[in-house]
């Protein structure tokens, strides 16, 4: 390796430490281009402000051509480039993505679908999880990389594998099937308690030992659905075990080099509650749709995720676009402005650094249309400009680093009633993200920040907290929202929750099951709505509902509201029942947009939430990192906001007004120092 002292002292500006400022960066893929390309590489990111690099993160067919074959001087010089321009590199252990020479020696390495077809190379990420030829030879990788760049000044940090189960989040292969038995058998112990909690004795499904259990391939109807459950969850262990495997390599040969994965938002294959002990810091890939408006709203609640799963640890934007992606069908480019907007949006919301896929542009492969910091025209293009403008800006938002963003509300996201909510043979159709994010929209609209929780944390922070829909619910976790309300604040629970336990195993008696005490309702049947059909509720709240009715008999609540039409008319819709200060609300139904609006205001009236705005105002957001107020407008027109009594802000399309920003931004889209009261 050719670093040295020299490189050392080439280095024009001292870097302060990994994450003492808002990083900015992205994936660098220097196999693509010759070394001519690199030096300018450099230059460029110099002159972009980039401060961080991921390298390496599809590089094993070139570090490994053939098997224990390794060639890193390439890599070296990279490094040592990069390193001499003051760049730091977040460094892959490459294991994303195998050789074709992988598929050719080891074809059971090669994943296969629920219908028992082996999927090929020639793409990316063609491996099982469970593949021990794979494991082996990554492992193997892992080792050489590591203990080779363990001392290169450019390392900041690793970067593990890359987005877990993107592609192949289940695989069904042979290897996959021995190891899902071995984790049940670690799971139930005897296979008796396997057929108890599977509820086998249905259609004939009883098991004699754990050699007759399988993953659960293609079936003529309905699966088993705890048996899908425990294999969603045993996928999900899978892939994370192989990150832990990657993981004790590394911490044993460089203790102190800060390591992440990059996550994928709300991905429902990975129950990131599990992972992220394992992680130092948290990163994470967020591709909006710029042509859908509303995008926003998950982008919020995105950034929300990752910050309440880093938990008081520093969290990245891992890869975002410029542009356009080029994976969905029509592939629309940001419009000028946006890309800043979101990336200040994260910023607002708790990130410590802004990265991109990629930073110069495929000429050719798949993602060839893929937008990039360096496009197609090369860096005398408004994009290039715009990426050097952001980069300046988000330099003089060092102060920021750091700062935390409070939380007075919680919201359960849980992985478990996510996945049994989306199974085939239910009462309906359920999205449980779009249901989640019909529920977060009015508290983001309100300017009130949500933090997520798992069911099972500790709430106790929180004035107010909101179960959108846990379908599974256990006594523990009904003992742990119980303490909500006996602690004097306010638990919100909506529909087609308390169904099951965690074996799916209905409640029996009135669905809420364990909630029922602390509700004070019972929910006796269920009634889906047709799409588009409007539900109307009348009672000291009224207003409009859609897509559900619980059947709801009264015990010991208060009902706010009653259905006026539907299967339901005439059964609570909205019941409220009060302890120790505190309250515990049942919403029977999904509310409209305006309902929601009109509950939010009155859950605020009776906790100790405050709002940032006065008054919502359409596709604004407000958001206070520290003592840093943020204020985003998400469309391209412009908006007047309320935040205080009689203060105004007017803010242009794709604005962000913060006292933070002290500087216009050079790509035409103004910000300005300080609010204006009028
Ligand atoms: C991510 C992936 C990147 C790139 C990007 C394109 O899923 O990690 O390598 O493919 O998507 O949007």
Redesign the pocket.
Known sequence: MSTNIESERMLETPRPPFLQRIEFGG?YNPEQWSPQIWDEDVQLMRRAGVTVATVG??SWARLEPRPGEYCFKWLDDILDRLHKGGIQVMLATATASPPPWMATLHPDSLPETAEGTRLGPGSRQHYSPSSSAFRTHALRLVEKIVERYAGHPALCAWHIG??YG?HVPKSYDTESTTAFRAWLQQKYGTVAALNDAWCTAFWAQEYQSFEEVSVPRATPTFPNPTQMLDFDRFSSDALLHLYLAELSIVRRITPDIPVTT?F?GMFKSADYWSWVQHLDFISD?V?PDPADEDSYVGLAAQRDLMRSLAAGKPWIVM?S?TSA?Q?RSVNVPKPRGLHRLQSLQAVARGADGILH?QWRQSYGGA?RF?SSMVPHAGPESRIFKEVCSLGSELADLGQLTGLRVQADVAFILDWDSWRAVEQDAMPSTVSYLDHLLAWYRPFLRAGITVDFQPASADLSVYAMVVAPMLHVVTERTAENLARVVDGGNVLIVGCFSGVVNEDLHVWLGGYLGPLRPILGVRVEEYAPVNPGLPLAIDGLVKGTASTWQDVVVNEDAEVIASFMDGYAVSSPALTRREKNNGAAWYVATLPSPELMDQLVARWVGESQVTPLLAAPVDGVEAVQRGDITFLINHRAEEREVEIGPSEIVRLGGYQVFSNAITTNSNDGVTSRAEFHSC
């Open positions: 994936d993160v599809f890359n987005e993107c990059n994928m890939d591709y890869e676009a992606v994976w896929f993602e893929h």
